[in-house]
């Protein structure tokens, strides 16, 4: 399970401009899923320059106070958040249900799209980059990178390292173990 907390986004001169919570992921991801007013700041400072605060916190309910009271402390204190609510509302976890999926999908099996489909798809793909086939150099040095690394797990949590550099606590291997009782 990935570490949940609050994060914060600040412009380069360490002003803060939005409270969130969620993932480290979550708190890396700039633009997608944003507010017109946050991916303006993000485009004027540049994404490089933006900088991300993450707290770890021990639950989700925790972090959800955090946020909520990060976003009121920040507000009385004179600092324009682009934060639309007060916080503490966010979903966690959200999945499609397993009947809506194979819903779409069988609309979708056996259809053959346009012309016009093709020819606006073939548009809006314009201009984007391929992924470019790696070099055999860039495979060796690749490979060379990762000679002698091992997965190792803690039942939580998995790294790769070199052999006898993991953390302590930790296992070879890269699925968590869990330990029956023997009956």
Request: proline share 3%; hydrophobic share 30%.
């Amino acid at each position: 399970m990935s570490k949940v907390g609050a994060y914060l986004h600040s412009k380069p001169d360490g002003t803060p401009f939005y409270v969130g919570k969620g993932t480290v992921k979550r708190s890396r991801e700039l633009l997608s899923g944003r507010n017109k007013w946050h991916q303006n700041i993000v485009s004027k400072n540049g994404r490089e320059n933006i900088v991300i605060t993450f707290m770890e916190c021990s639950t989700e309910n925790f972090a959800f106070e955090l946020e909520k009271g990060l976003i009121k402390t920040f507000r009385n204190n004179g600092y324009q958040l682009c934060n639309i609510k007060a916080g503490g509302e966010g979903e966690s976890g959200w999945k499609v249900d397993r009947a809506i999926v194979e819903r779409v999908a069988s609309k979708n099996r056996g259809r053959v799209q346009s012309p016009e489909e093709r020819a606006r798809r073939s548009v809006a793909l314009k201009g984007k980059k391929k992924l470019v086939p790696r070099s055999d150099e860039h495979k060796r040095k690749l490979g060379m990178n990762s000679k002698g690394k091992r997965w190792y797990n803690n039942g939580q949590n998995i790294v790769f390292c070199l052999e006898g550099m993991q953390p302590e606590g930790y296992i070879l291997g890269r699925q968590s173990r869990t330990f029956c009782k023997e009956k």
